[in-house]
Nanobody, 121 residues
Framework: QVQLVESGGGLVQAGGSLRLSCAAS????????MGWYRQAPGKQRELVAV???????SYADSAKGRFTISRDNAKNTVYLQMNSLKPDETAVYYC???????????????WGQGTKVTVSS
């Protein structure tokens, strides 16, 4: 019913940049938030950044100042611009969508397939 398609992952040297994209398709409600999570080797999955349908953003402390999340509501697409990448940010990055049909409706969560980001030192 909902599909998230990611792109932009790859290999980059420390200090370099990458831009991830995630396009959502299917039934997308107006009340929603899209975000990026990552899971590094030996670590739990963590939130990197999230943006609501009205533009409110939140970042992990490690991402503040270097990463920027944005979205294009007309395209149902979310982006993550990652600058000054560090080797410990090597991980599988997952696109996430949380949405409600109404304020009092249940929240539903969807995940993308993940895209690998490798930061070499």
């Amino acid at each position: 019913q909902v599909q998230l398609v990611e792109s932009g992952g790859g290999l980059v040297q420390a200090g370099g940049s990458l831009r991830l994209s995630c396009a959502a398709s299917g039934t997308i409600f107006s009340i929603n938030a899209m975000g990026w999570y990552r899971q590094a080797p030996g670590k739990q999955r963590e939130l990197v950044a999230v943006i609501s349908s009205v533009g409110s953003t939140s970042y992990a402390d490690s991402a503040k100042g270097r990463f920027t999340i944005s979205r294009d509501n007309a395209k149902n697409t979310v982006y993550l611009q990652m600058n000054s990448l560090k080797p410990d940010e090597t991980a599988v990055y997952y696109c996430n969508l949380k949405q409600r049909p109404s304020v009092f409706g249940s929240e539903y969560t969807y995940w993308g397939q993940g895209t690998k980001v490798t930061v070499s030192s």
